[in-house]
């Protein structure tokens, strides 16, 4: 097997935001680093306010880390502004959750989707733009593209919207995209024709995805690997399987245990989780973890490589 | 027992864009204790029979007919001041986003007090005591009744909000979407609480969700609901054995177990129709792939299959 090449790295970002009033800053990203390989799937699995949506917006430029970088394709793009670093942030395209929220209501689907081929330039006649948007009208199943090109965003249901979402994303050929719950606010009975679709694209054009999710069995379906957050740190990175069957630190166990089976989730609960608040000095999970030793409070613990792609960050494990 | 039966309850919208047919003929039965599950996916009308069991539905909708038997008093003939007398004291609603249905400028002990001298004329002392022993009931240490909303955790805000809706040891409990935006450890823990009070006080509940297997853990029977009806009504067994409407069969194929071996996710292929511009016929043929027949013409009616398993749709009754 020849070696695949990372496609984006990030290495030890970190991000505050100032607290409420004149509490202490929040620390939303802490030390994060990660890389995506060509044409991969890496998941970011974490819950609400573990820092993986500020992750995925620094990746693309959405936000300044305080201190660390983003390199993409060989090119440092965080923080930078000279042409080199532009041209590469161009190849990186989002998806956002919402498709409630993320398309302009007053433009059309055509408008839409061409919105990016206008801004960077992609384009040389207009008949040309037109037949890009068709393309990539069809690339997401939105059959025949005519039917749709005219229509708004409220004229379309919540599965479709985010159909054109992800054709608006893919309409300028990028190499890497980053997915933030593109999902969660859908119907389960339209999720599953979205994540084939996100599958089947990435194949085809040996897409590299981020995909940030809070929900195991979607990471299961979608990605290869897996980097599990809590609380602005990766925790745990791993294969996604091996995190399912076999997960190392704790906080991965408790996740996968409660998603997997509740009802034993439930009769060993006191096994995997516990009531506390995150905080202090040493291993931020320790207050909530059944484990935790005297050196858990003390120490904070550095990701260790345990073989393969798995790394974990555990004083026990 | 039945605690809870409702027959033929129909809900509709008038709205500009015409006639929303939120709740067509829906019936079914609460059992005493149980907890029965209600499921679709947005759209469905599942909060609709929520709140027309309450009579809480709000111009432009109305509840064209239908009967709600709690304990068998029909609740559709009650005045509107007797129904306030019932909201609460005996049927009584966990809404959705429960987080945001707490007062911010008033403590959670407050809040829930308030509805013991309002419906029981509780006095100050009585009131504090239950409000204690309620909190106690959901996991919060009755020390914190004089938290304010801001000052507890989502899944905390929830637990009160169950607590204060036992506040006057209802019949029924309806919970709309109470653990939908929550994390999954907190669900967990809310979904436990709801599960240990069932069995303690022997609590009935109509739990409204879009969380198929989420529900299958505390319930023992599941009503399906799609475009505005009852498709499919089964216990839990049932549905893990043999579902029967093939849209039950759509959404079980939509979820993944994580400790099963991986296989192929399936969708449903189109969407949710439009409640103002119904299908004729089953509500779900353009999306089944087991359509055929008389499926476009003849709206199916719930038939009884075996005990306890009433499925509405035309090619399981063809067979």
């Known amino acids: 097997m020849s070696p695949v090449k990372d496609i984006l790295a990030a290495t030890e970002l970190k991000k505050d935001y100032p607290g409420p009033g004149r509490r202490s800053p929040v620390r939303a990203v802490d030390g994060v680093s990660f890389t995506v390989r060509q044409g991969e799937c890496l998941g970011l699995v974490g819950e609400s306010g573990s820092g993986k949506t500020t992750t995925a917006r620094i990746v693309v430029g959405l936000e300044k880390p305080d201190s660390g970088a983003v390199t993409f394709e060989g090119v440092k793009t965080s923080g930078e502004r000279h042409p080199a670093a532009r041209a590469a942030c161009r190849r990186m395209q989002m998806i956002f959750q919402d498709p409630y929220e993320s398309l302009n209501p007053g433009m059309t689907v055509s408008q839409l989707v061409a919105e990016p081929l206008r801004i960077q330039r992609l384009y040389r006649t207009t008949g040309e733009m037109r037949e890009a948007v068709i393309t990539s009208l069809e690339s997401v199943d939105l059959e025949p593209a005519s039917l749709y090109m005219n229509r708004h965003p409220h004229q379309l249901s919540g599965g479709q919207r985010q159909r054109v979402a992800i054709a608006r994303a893919l309409v300028s050929g990028p190499s890497l995209v980053v997915a933030d719950e593109p999902t969660s606010m859908l119907d389960v009975s339209v999720r599953a024709g979205i994540l084939a679709l996100l599958s089947r694209l990435q194949q085809e054009r040996n897409l590299s995805l981020l995909f940030i999710t809070h929900d195991w069995t979607v990471a299961r379906v979608m990605c290869s690997r897996v980097a599990v957050m809590y609380a602005g740190q990766i925790v745990e990175s791993g294969r996604t399987e091996d995190l399912i069957a076999d997960g190392c630190h704790p906080y991965t166990r408790a996740l996968v245990a409660v998603v997997a089976d509740l009802k034993s989730f439930w009769a060993n609960q006191a096994h995997y989780v516990r009531d506390g608040q995150t905080s202090g000095t040493g291993c931020l999970f320790a207050p909530r973890c059944p484990r935790a030793v005297c050196l858990c409070y003390k120490e904070p613990p550095d990701l260790v490589h345990l073989g393969d792609d798995h790394w974990v960050r555990c004083h026990l494990s | ?319």
């Open chain 2, 1 to 319: 027992m039945n605690i809870l039966e409702v027959r033929n309850l129909t809900t509709r919208f008038s709205t500009a864009r015409g006639i929303v047919r939120a709740v067509e003929r829906v019936s079914f039965h609460l059992k005493k204790g149980e907890i029965l599950g209600l499921i679709g996916e947005s759209g469905c009308g599942k909060s609709t029979v929520g709140l027309s069991l309450l009579r809480l539905v709000e111009p432009p909708g109305r509840i064209v007919t239908g009967q709600v038997l709690l304990d068998g008093v029909d609740l559709m003939k009650k005045s509107e001041s007797e129904m306030n007398d019932i909201r609460w004291k005996l049927i009584s609603y966990i809404p959705q986003s429960a987080m945001n249905a707490l007062n911010p400028i008033y403590s959670v002990g407050w809040q829930i007090r308030e509805a013991l001298q309002r419906h029981e004329g509780y006095s100050l002392g009585r009131a504090r005591a239950r409000v204690a022993e309620l909190l106690e009931s959901v996991g919060i240490a009755a020390s914190r009744a004089g938290s304010y909303p801001h000052e507890m955790s989502g899944g905390m805000k929830q637990r009160a909000v169950i607590a204060m809706a036992l506040a006057c040891s209802p019949k029924v409990v309806i919970s709309d979407e109470a653990t939908t935006g929550l994390d999954v450890m907190t669900q967990a823990q809310v979904l436990h609480v709801i599960k240990t009070l069932q069995s303690r006080l022997g609590l009935s509940m109509l739990f409204i969700s879009h969380d198929l297997p989420l529900v299958a853990n505390i319930c023992e029977r599941i009503a399906i609901m799609y475009a505005g009806r009852l498709v499919e009504l089964l216990t839990v067994d049932q549905l893990r054995r043999q579902p029967l409407h093939p849209y039950t069969q759509g959404l079980m194929s939509s979820f993944i177990d994580l400790k099963a071996p991986l296989r192929r996710l399936e969708s449903i292929p189109g969407s949710v129709p439009d409640l103002t511009d119904l299908p004729c016929g089953c509500g779900f043929h353009p999306r089944c792939c087991q359509c055929g027949g008389d499926c476009c013409c003849k709206a199916p009616e719930l038939v009884e299959v075996e005990p306890d398993h009433w499925v509405a749709c035309c090619k399981v009754v063809r067979e």
